[in-house]
Nanobody, 118 residues
Framework: QVQLVESGGGLVQPGESLRLSCVASGSFQSINDMGWYRQPPGKQREPVATIGKTGGTYYATTVKDRFTISRDNAKNAISLLMNGLKPEDTAVYYC????????????WGQGTQVTVSS
């Protein structure tokens, strides 16, 4: 069974930075796209940033130029460096991965809380 384990959430003040990390563990052939999604209080889950196996990236307009996603294929891991955090970035952040075994499986982490408040 494949698991995604996230770390790095917390409480920060506006303008500060945080780094989220996610590592995939278990048995699988490969991983295609990986990414971060978030669910603000009272809202639906939304994409934040994704990265392909060869490094192609996507960023939501609201985080572009502030957040940077990176990937280490050897460690089956991704990170999200979040700079210039704003109160509207407050959300539960979820790691996601498309895991390839016999078929493709959409796997989610348990989520990590990020709170931006003065």
């Amino acid at each position: 069974q494949v698991q995604l384990v996230e770390s790095g959430g917390g409480l920060v003040q506006p303008g500060e930075s945080l780094r989220l990390s996610c590592v995939a563990s278990g048995s699988f052939q490969s991983i295609n796209d990986m990414g971060w999604y978030r669910q603000p209080p009272g809202k639906q889950r939304e994409p934040v940033a994704t990265i392909g196996k060869t490094g192609g990236t996507y960023y939501a307009t609201t985080v572009k130029d502030r957040f940077t996603i990176s990937r280490d294929n050897a460690k089956n891991a991704i990170s999200l460096l979040m700079n210039g955090l704003k109160p509207e970035d407050t959300a539960v952040y979820y790691c996601n991965a498309i895991i390839i075994n016999t078929f493709a499986e959409d796997v989610w982490g348990q989520g990590t809380q990020v709170t931006v408040s003065s």
